[in-house]
């Protein structure tokens, strides 16, 4: 799977525009239009660095 994180704690936007045209070619035949596909790239990206802030939280706290 790849990040759609920074290092940084920022969405990466290249990334997650790469998501966004994978994500398109496997849903189009299905009608899902590019943007929709974006929409869910940002909102994958989005989810990935809560998910990463809590791990991190996490682990300070241990």
Do not use: N, P
């Not at 990334?15 to 189009?28: D, G, K, N, T, Y």
């Not at 974006?38 to 241990?62: I, N, T, V």
């Amino acid at each position: 799977m790849t990040s759609l994180v920074t290092l940084a704690g920022r969405l990466d936007r290249r990334a997650v525009m790469i998501e966004a045209h994978r994500q398109f070619r496997l849903m189009r035949r299905y009608g899902w239009s590019f943007g929709r596909c974006l929409s869910f790239a940002w909102a994958k990206g989005r989810e990935q660095r809560e998910r990463l802030s809590h791990g991190a939280g996490l682990a300070m706290a241990a």
